[in-house]
């Protein structure tokens, strides 16, 4: 009993900061996505092709989450946008206090988009809110089509399902369609990309759907 009320207490008060920083990303008009997936599923890749999709079009900044090292925030640097990385030091997700300090190091004037790169973990990231207008989950072909059931609250809190690596199709065990139809019986409104990062197939509509968020 002990351990589920200091639980609660943490999550509250990572919760009073998410809406302190969600407040902040309204009053700045600032579009948020916190990025979640399973190590490996090509989030970063993810982002760099969105960077070059939209960097001429939309003014992003981006914060990097990682248990250990910054190579991330070095992929992301390299495209000359403005980048902070966060290490955890071995913590399996971001909270939102580590967010709230990042963000504070970053100039945000006339940005429009900010991504949050989460730690790859489909676990624990699903609990936290960190003030993000919404959360995209990146689930690669690699990973099979039972996966939504495995970890149903990560699907069940997103609004974004980005279905990465379609390219691997012809080589793997996946049924995409399974995939689809498997994380829509845990939350059927997600809307649902199916890209390649490798062909950048899928990523044009992906970039024109976040361009009518920050439009609204």
């Known amino acids: ?4 009320t200091l639980e609660r207490k943490v999550l509250e008060k ?4 998410a809406q302190a920083i969600r407040n902040r990303l309204r009053e700045k008009n600032i579009f948020a996505i916190n990025l979640l997936s399973s190590p490996g599923s ?3 890749s993810l982002v760099e092709r969105t960077i070059f999709h939209l960097k001429d079009k939309v003014k992003m900044a981006v914060i990097e989450g990682d248990v250990q090292t910054d190579l991330d925030a070095q992929r992301i640097n390299k495209l ?3 980048v902070v990385q966060i290490v955890t030091n071995g913590a399996c997700h971001l909270e939102a206090a580590l967010v709230r300090d990042a963000f504070d190091q970053l100039d945000i004037n006339d940005t429009q988009m900010l991504i949050i790169e989460n730690v790859g973990n489909l676990v624990c990231p699903a609990g936290y809110d960190l003030g993000e207008t919404t959360k995209v989950v990146v689930l690669s072909t690699t990973e099979g089509d039972d996966k939504p059931l495995k970890y149903p609250a990560m699907f069940r809190n997103a609004s974004v ?3 990465n690596k379609i390219d691997l199709l012809p080589y793997l065990p996946c ?4 995939m689809k139809t498997n ?7 997600l809307k649902i990309f199916e890209t390649s990062c490798t062909t950048d197939k899928g990523i044009a509509e992906w970039c024109s759907w976040i361009e009518s968020q ?3």
């Open 1 to 4: 009993m002990s351990l589920i």
């Open 14 to 17: 990572n919760d009073v900061i």
């Open 42 to 44: 090509g989030k970063t």
């Open 80 to 82: 000359d946008i403005p």
């Open 161 to 163: 399902l980005i279905i």
């Open 175 to 178: 049924n995409i369609e399974t």
């Open 183 to 189: 994380a829509r019986s845990i939350n059927p409104s």
């Open 214 to 216: 920050i439009r609204k």
